[in-house]
């Protein structure tokens, strides 16, 4: 059984690709850190603007919701070369992390809406867990992707063998 889930998550701890440059992950994650941050004081701008009684909402101050991005988006800028590292398929495979951890964390969204929270102010504290997920995939894969498998003298030579005769 720990084999078909492994195969069906495309678990290969040698995969044909190459891991992302250093440099290049490091880039992604300021990247994702300032898309996510700014994401979020424009969904609260706006929110705010949306619905004026919201201004003072505790969970709208940048000390609250910063800290916290931060922490999550750095959780997925490590958890990226990790993936990359053990996965055949990393972006089929991130992406379906990315969608269920951003579930997951609108749980506790969930929960203090239940609580008595209002719903316009939480509807927001959603779309920024939303928007976050979505700017740190994109800033990580697109940034920092997983790198063709280098490929020595004689494999270059038959493609550009190849490429001639075409």
Known sequence: MVKRVMSWVRIDFAPAHRQ???IRVLIASVVAIAGSLIADAVLVALGVALW?????????KFAD????TVVGVVIACVAWPVVTR???APRWLFLRLAVLVTLVLLLPDVY??????????????????????????????GIAPV???ARGAGARAERNVGASVR
Request: with cysteine; hydrophobic share 50%; charged share 10%.
């Open 20 to 22: 992302p440059s250093a």
């Open 52 to 60: 004026p009684a919201t201004k003072d909402y505790a969970h709208f």
């Open 112 to 141: 203090i809406l239940y609580l008595g929270q209002p719903g316009n102010a939480v509807a927001v504290l959603m779309v920024m867990h939303l928007a976050i997920g979505a700017v740190t995939y994109a800033s990580l894969v």
């Open 65 to 68: 919701y910063g800290k916290l």
């Open 147 to 149: 790198r063709e498998a």
């Open 86 to 88: 053990v996965c055949a």
